[in-house]
Nanobody
Framework: QVQLIESGGGLVQPGGSLRLSCAAS????????MAWFRQSPGKEREFVAA????????HYVDSVEGRFVISRDNAKNTVYLQMDTLKPEDTAVYYC????????????????WGQGTQVTVSS
């Protein structure tokens, strides 16, 4: 069992930055693939980024490539999402997720989820 708690969301102006954190409790954090998803009102949950267990390989959805960076600190059981040059269309609830069997862009690839943190990009 893994428990995930996101933090760092908030209101930011277009062009601004935020860093999301996801703290994990439970065993073997360093064995899990970690990912971020997001969901806007009326839309399906969307893959944003994933990172492999040692933190050496990352994957991004095209719309955030070059603006967002996913990273992890296995000593702190934490995964991060640095978001720069934010746009209004990035507004969503951001969720952290973990997987034991490899990364994927489908939410069904992930076993455990956090409760989400709201990110609002508006002037």
């Amino acid at each position: 069992q893994v428990q995930l708690i996101e933090s760092g969301g908030g209101l930011v102006q277009p062009g601004g930055s935020l860093r999301l954190s996801c703290a994990a409790s439970g065993r073997s954090f360093e064995s899990y693939v970690m990912a971020w998803f997001r969901q806007s009102p009326g839309k399906e949950r969307e893959f944003v980024a994933a990172i492999d267990s040692p933190g050496t390989s990352t994957h991004y959805v095209d719309s955030v490539e070059g603006r967002f960076v996913i990273s992890r600190d296995n000593a702190k059981n934490t995964v991060y999402l640095q978001m720069d040059t934010l746009k209004p269309e990035d507004t969503a609830v951001y969720y952290c997720a973990s997987a034991m069997t490899g990364w994927g862009m489908s939410e069904y690839a992930y076993d455990f989820w956090g409760q989400g943190t709201q990110v609002t990009v508006s002037s």
